[in-house]
């Protein structure tokens, strides 16, 4: 999903979020904006675990332009849409997030230990696409590891 992609890595803050004009509806955050000159409307939903939904409403028909969100739509115009979404979403991304390190919290804990106790931020020394988020702490003399963040199944 493109919501998943733009904000991978990243925690909203809330004093953030409500400066910039998200609404506080129960315990999730919503945002709504027109998008291409008043053209689609979207509707931007945030729970507060950091899950975001994001529709993108077509306002000639009222409905929600699936073909944003399908690889099989590419023509020029599915095209302009999906680029202003992901404007829009990279503008919010960078006006009330932070960046993290890792997708997960306790990863994070982790991390901010380690740099704690011994001042050594992880590298992330993969090319390959599955292992580029996972990362390696080594010494600072022999530059050999100590501890290694990644995923198991």
Known sequence: MIEDEIFRKRRFVPSKMES???????DQYCYETDLMNGEFHVILSVSKEGNVKGEVIDKMNDEEYVQLRSEHFNGAYVNTVRDSYR???G??????CREVLFASEQANRITEMI???????????????QYQSYGTFRHADTRKWFALIMNVK
């Open 20 to 26: 910039f004009g998200f609404q506080k509806t129960g």
């Open 87 to 89: 404007q829009l979403l």
């Open 91 to 96: 503008h919010i991304r960078e006006a009330v």
């Open 115 to 129: 740099l704690n106790q011994y001042d050594v931020k992880p590298d992330f020394p993969w090319e390959t696409a």
